[in-house]
């Protein structure tokens, strides 16, 4: 069964320093990996996605992932924060196949200080 | 470009009420489905389709029905509304393509308290 940890709840940085969101995934099969923003009272929109293509992802408002598969890892950086990326970030797996079923991480709120 | 329309966006029942929340996408796809958001629990799967007439379980599927007969819907119904339903309720879109994982797009959730 695939699955995915996202370590830290809730992340403080301030803004211009470098924001590091942690995701790793467990999955018996080459994962495709996402990552999802969230902001308050609003839908999930999609940052970036990995489908084998390349292991340096980059997706958009500056941000980038890397997969890196001895380590089973897929974190999500930005290299200097601003204040609108104050939101809920969410790392999502999918075996893909048939079906399009994604399993999300417990999600890490940002928070941005001035 | 509306996208994935979700309504109502607020709705409060009492226990043992039925009622339906509404989905629908104007992208033409096929994969449809429904998420639960909870504090500290991410989103869970509860229900999803890949197309008209076919619908499956996700993770957290009891006290929930849904149907798929148009492309562009897909209703969640919870058949008697208990407290532990109370949270946010995101449907979800995207294409089904050639068995790689597509991105979903997300309407902007119904939240659901049940009293």
């Known amino acids: 069964a695939q699955s995915v940890t996202q370590l830290g709840s809730h992340v403080s940085v301030s803004e211009g320093a470098l924001v590091l969101l942690r995701c790793n995934y467990s999955s018996s099969v080459p994962p495709y990996l996402f990552w999802y923003v969230q902001y308050p009272n609003q839908g999930l929109q999609l940052l970036l996605k990995y489908t084998s293509a390349a292991t340096l992802v980059k997706g958009i408002n500056g941000f980038e992932a890397e997969f890196k598969k001895s380590e089973t890892s897929f974190h999500l950086t930005k290299p200097s924060a601003h204040m609108s990326d104050a939101a809920e970030y969410f790392c999502a797996v999918s075996p893909g196949g048939a079906t399009n079923k994604l399993i999300f991480g417990t999600g890490t709120l940002l928070a941005v200080q001035p | 470009n509306a996208g994935v329309t979700q309504t109502p966006k607020f709705q409060v029942l009492k226990t043992g009420q039925s009622m339906t929340l509404q989905c629908a996408q104007d992208?033409?796809?096929?994969?449809m489905s429904w998420y639960r958001q909870d504090p500290g629990m991410g989103l869970r799967l509860i229900h999803y389709s890949v197309g008209a007439g076919i619908t499956d379980q996700g993770e957290v599927p009891n006290g929930y029905n849904v149907s798929r007969s148009t492309t562009e819907d897909f209703p969640l119904r919870l058949l008697s509304a208990a407290p532990s339903q109370t949270s946010v309720y995101f449907c979800?879109?995207?294409?089904?393509?050639?068995?790689?994982?597509?991105?979903?797009?997300f309407g902007d959730g119904t939240r659901l308290s049940i009293l």
């Open positions: 992208m033409n796809h096929e994969y």
């Open positions: 979800a879109s995207s294409q089904n393509r050639d068995r790689v994982a597509q991105p979903q797009h």
